[in-house]
């Protein structure tokens, strides 16, 4: 279970005061932008854009370009006190064709992607999966935190520890999120009213028998879940959950309707009514 929208601003904004303290107390340099502080604004950056707000469940092309453009601004503190000719300058150059490469990616996705329903060319799909993987916010600006920790923290063991300490958490264990979802749990084990049974609302209708859910909180909606659909003419209908299409206020579910039975579609929709 996914925190919802509110708590999931609640965790960003403690997380992003987290490591606004170590940057302040244990780095010590201040939060001014500077080559010491590439690793605090990654890290903003990847909580921003990562799996706590614009894209959660996944990595869009348009995203992957955003977060590809904001590694590299992350980067330029880091080129202006790199010295040429040197390993640290191998490896940031190196970085820097990361982020430019996922951004040529993603750029070239969105100029030949074929419209809706019609089929992509083996080297767009292909473009397509790598600019998606590669401009993860989890895997980029990861990339990038490791890189500044390497070129300016690694003669102080207390501040690698702690940064690459602190990420590791923040990206793997997730506790303010396992603390919410525990209390959710909690809660609903006393209360029903509290259990999440509503994915979500509509968004839109589409032919042939498709429906747009955009879903509000709640996990991802595993391909081939059952749902409760309300058609657009008051009737309620068998849903089957395809896939994800993208996001506006919530990421909008696409899914397969067929219709049921009258005193089927009466008895499943009493609940709700």
């Not at 609903?188 to 968004?203: C, H, L, N, T, Y």
Request: with cysteine.
């Amino acid at each position: 279970m996914q925190p919802n929208p509110k708590l999931r601003i609640v965790s960003i904004l403690l997380y992003a005061a987290t490591l606004a303290a170590l940057q302040f107390y244990v780095v010590k340099t201040g939060l001014l932008p500077n080559e010491n502080s590439v690793w605090l604004l990654s890290g903003v950056a990847g909580l921003l854009f990562g799996s706590r707000l614009l894209n959660p469940y996944f990595t869009p092309p348009a995203d992957a370009a955003t977060n590809a453009f904001t590694a590299l601004a992350a980067l330029i503190a880091a080129g202006l006190v790199v010295t040429e000719n040197t390993t640290d300058a191998y490896i940031l150059i190196a970085t820097v064709g990361v982020c430019v490469g996922v951004l040529a990616l993603s750029i070239t996705v969105l100029l030949f992607r074929p419209p809706v329903g019609a089929d992509a060319s083996l080297w767009v799909t292909a473009a397509d999966k790598a600019a998606r993987q590669l401009g993860s916010p989890n895997v980029i600006f990861t990339l990038v935190i490791l890189v500044a920790v390497w070129l300016f923290h690694r003669t102080r063991p207390l501040e690698v520890f702690a940064i690459l300490a602190a990420w590791s958490v923040i990206l793997a264990l997730r506790p303010l999120e396992a603390v919410f979802d525990f209390i959710a749990w909690t809660r609903a084990q006393f209360d029903p009213a509290f259990k999440e049974s509503v994915v979500g609302m509509i968004a839109a209708y589409q032919s042939p028998n498709i429906a747009v859910i955009r879903q509000g909180s709640g996990s991802p909606i595993a391909f081939g879940t059952t749902l409760l659909v309300p058609g657009e003419q008051g009737k309620w209908l068998l849903g089957v959950a395809l896939n994800y299409v993208g996001r506006d206020e919530g990421n909008l579910l696409r899914t397969l309707t067929a219709d049921l039975p009258d005193t089927v579609s009466w008895v499943a929709a009493a609940p709700y009514s």
